[in-house]
């Protein structure tokens, strides 16, 4: 059937279709591998995969990762990337980040926000090791109320200060992870209305973002998209789209809102 359909299709419908033929794991496991294959890495959808999917989604990643590639996710990671923001990556990869605890704690929290700042904004250079642990460790809803508690030590929120600490591809790795973290399917609703607006590559991240989502939150990231732009994402998909690829993202996106 796989054979059939690449005869038949062509272009941005057939690499649609050809994506919907795997489960999340394999499609998402395939785009990390394609994003670092050959020379170059495509280090934007590799930021964009590893710092939004979560610790258990990258541990179905890695296992099928190995599994069609005979080699470790970790080990591709370490040879097409480098510095702090190959480190970054690697500690995200290793998948340790903690549960959410039913448990609120408010002196570890107070003590991480104080860490992030001291590493960062307080001192001169950063400490990014610091950061990437923290970062890579805590649950995402401990990390929400860290950044709210930032804001007592920091003039500047978490955001703010990824900017003015850091720079390129470790800049939008923590910057990506920090929107997740507050607002996943806003993330991605986002990522969506930038990749239509822009000209060149935006089928790539298009694609990838329904074909991913489209089993696990398309409906909160339609939700979130509606909310900040006024405007649905299937009528922005039908604006910005045409032909047989259009109608694919339209019956994805499942409905107007
Ligand atoms: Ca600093």
């Known amino acids: ?103 609120v704690d408010y002196e570890k929290i107070d003590a991480d926000a104080k860490a992030l700042y001291e590493a960062g904004v307080k001192r001169k250079g950063t400490d990014v090791a610091t950061w990437i642990s923290i970062m890579s460790e805590r649950s995402v809803p401990h990390l929400q109320k860290v950044f709210d508690r930032y804001k007592s030590y920091s003039p500047y929120d978490m955001q703010e200060s990824i ?31 930038n990749a239509m607006k822009s000209k060149g590559a935006k089928e790539k991240v298009v694609t990838r973002i329904m074909v991913s989502r489209c089993e696990v939150d398309l409906m909160k990231i339609r939700s979130e998209f509606k909310k900040q732009y006024g405007k649905s994402l299937h009528q922005t998909i039908a604006e910005h789209t045409k032909g047989g690829y259009q109608y694919a993202l339209l019956s994805l996106c499942g409905g107007d809102d």
Do not use: H
């Open 1 to 103: 059937m796989i054979t059939a359909l690449k005869g038949a299709l062509s272009g941005s419908l057939e690499t649609l279709i050809l994506g919907l033929m795997k489960s999340t794991a394999q499609y998402d496991a395939s785009e990390l591998k394609a994003s670092m294959k050959g020379l170059g890495t495509d280090e934007e959808s590799l930021i964009e995969i590893v710092c939004s999917r979560s610790n258990d989604e990258l541990v179905e990643i890695k296992r099928v990762y190995k599994e069609l590639f005979k080699k470790e996710l970790e080990k591709d990671v370490a040879g097409d990337t480098s510095g702090n923001f190959c480190k970054l990556l690697l500690a995200l990869v290793q998948t340790k980040r903690a549960e959410p605890s039913n448990l």
């Open 163 to 193: 900017r003015k600490e850091v720079k390129g591809d470790l800049e939008k790795s923590f910057l990506t992870l920090v929107e997740c973290f507050e607002n996943k399917q806003l993330y991605f609703a986002n990522r969506l209305s």
